[in-house]
C-alpha cells in the first residue's frame, strides 16, 4: 500500500521527535510562542503574515495550521486568499528579478565571442 507524502500528523510522532531532540524541541516551541505573542502586530496579522510564508515554503503542516490560526485570530476567507495571493506574486516576483542573473551571463557570453 502506498503511504501518504506527508504522514498525518499524530501524538506519536510528536513523542518520538520530543525523545530525540528535546532540548532542541523546547527552543523551538519557546521561539515559536514568543514569536505570535502579542507585539507591534497583532495575532490576525502575524498569522496571515504565516499563512502567506507557509506558502511560499510550501509547507503543508504550516498551511493547514496556520490557515486555521487565522482563521480563529479573525481573518476571513478572503484576507487568507488575499495572503495567498501576495506570496505568489513575492515568489513570482523573486524568480523575476533574478533573471537579471540569466541575462547578464548571456550578455557577457555574447560579449566574449
Known amino acids: 500500500m502506498d503511504s501518504p507524502m506527508y504522514p498525518r500528523a499524530s501524538g506519536d510522532l510528536a ?5 530525540l531532540a528535546p532540548e532542541p524541541l523546547a ?15 497583532d495575532a490576525k496579522t502575524k498569522q496571515l503574515i504565516a499563512v502567506a510564508v507557509a506558502h ?5 503542516y ?6 486555521a490560526g487565522a482563521a480563529h485570530a479573525g481573518a476571513t476567507d478572503a484576507e ?13 516576483g523573486g524568480a523575476y528579478a ?4 540569466a541575462l547578464q551571463v548571456l550578455n557577457d557570453l555574447h560579449d566574449a565571442k
Open 56 to 60: 511560499v515554503t510550501q509547507c503543508p
Open 80 to 92: 487568507i486568499m488575499e495572503a495567498i495571493w501576495v506570496a505568489a506574486e513575492m515568489r513570482a
Open 27 to 41: 527552543a523551538f516551541k519557546a521561539f515559536s510562542k514568543a514569536v505570535f505573542a502579542p507585539g507591534a502586530l
Open 15 to 19: 513523542k518520538r521527535r520530543a525523545e
Open 62 to 67: 504550516c498551511i493547514k495550521g496556520h490557515t
Open 98 to 101: 533574478h533573471s537579471n542573473l
